[in-house]
């Protein structure tokens, strides 16, 4: 069963018709879904699944318990670091999902940080992640790093500055190398 990461801008809070079919296919094929708790696209893809009575999911969280799961599914917390703030917070829960995954899908509202974040993460691994840009209306597969850095390149400065301050130091290492 090959693990799925899905996850998207917390300002997504209408899929993409192709999202929405890319996750009934996931479904049909029942593949493993990780997944966050966040509000935006993190809850409205939950909203899909759980609406499929699908059952391979986990939810992975940082708080106490999660902000959402839809589908009372198996929830994973990972921890923040300690003295986290603001993203920081989710970021390992972030990581996670990640490390874990064979492949991603983010639904990305072309400004969100932590989703560019989570593509690069994909990336930096070799596991391809499906990326449903909506401020352009476009969709595109990132393979490699240099696919990201194309992606990247689009955004503009003040994305990119923050996709930046929220890199951890091997993540800038591994983007250098």
């Given at each position: 069963m090959a693990?799925?990461?899905?996850?998207?801008?917390?300002?997504?809070?209408?899929?993409?018709?192709?999202?929405?079919?890319?996750?009934?296919?996931?479904?049909?094929?029942?593949?493993g879904v990780l997944i966050g708790d966040a509000p935006g696209?993190?809850?409205?893809?939950?909203?899909?699944l759980a609406g499929y009575n699908y059952e391979h999911v986990g939810v992975f969280h940082s708080g106490a318990e999660p902000r959402n799961n839809l589908g009372d599914w198996a929830a994973y917390y990972i921890p923040p670091p300690a003295g986290a703030k603001g993203f920081a917070v989710y970021a390992e829960k972030d990581r996670e999902m990640a490390r874990r995954a064979n492949f991603g899908m983010m639904v990305w509202d072309g400004a969100s940080p932590g989703t560019c974040l989570n593509v690069l993460r994909l990336a930096l691994i070799g596991s391809p992640c499906v990326v449903y840009d909506t401020m352009r209306g476009t969709v595109g597969t990132v393979h490699t790093v240099a696919d990201w850095c194309a992606m990247l390149h689009?955004?503009?400065?003040?994305?990119?500055?923050?996709?930046?301050?929220?890199?951890?130091?091997?993540?800038?290492?591994?983007l250098s190398a």
């Open positions: 693990m799925i990461f899905l996850g998207g801008s917390r300002d997504i809070f209408e899929l993409p018709t192709s999202a929405i079919e890319r996750i009934g296919a996931i479904v049909a094929q029942e593949h696209a993190d809850a409205e893809m939950q909203g899909l689009h955004a503009d400065a003040d994305v990119r500055s923050g996709v930046e301050a929220r890199m951890t130091a091997d993540e800038r290492l591994a």
